[in-house]
């Protein structure tokens, strides 16, 4: 169970993080690119948090 939070957690975060550098290409103000950064540092916060479950699959 943990091993499957762990996938969903790291496919979440893969798709925020390339939405946010999708939106960073995009931005024309001081908003969009303020929004970008911050799905951008959550898809990496879930990304660095989904490493503990996943090392689950190794041992």
Same mark, same amino acid.
């Given at each position: 169970?943990?091993?499957?939070?762990?996938?969903?957690?790291?496919?979440?975060?893969? @798709? %925020? *993080?390339?939405?946010? +550098?999708?939106?960073?290409?995009?931005?024309? $103000?001081?908003?969009?690119?303020?929004? @970008? %950064? *911050?799905?951008?540092? +959550?898809?990496?916060?879930?990304?660095?948090? $989904?490493?503990?479950?996943?090392?689950?699959?190794?041992?």
């Amino acid at each position: 169970m943990e091993i499957l939070i762990g996938f969903i957690m790291a496919l979440l975060g893969i @798709s %925020l *993080l390339t939405t946010g +550098v999708k939106w960073f290409i995009k931005s024309d $103000s001081w908003f969009s690119f303020a929004k @970008s %950064l *911050l799905v951008s540092l +959550v898809g990496l916060l879930l990304l660095g948090l $989904s490493i503990d479950p996943l090392k689950g699959l190794f041992y």
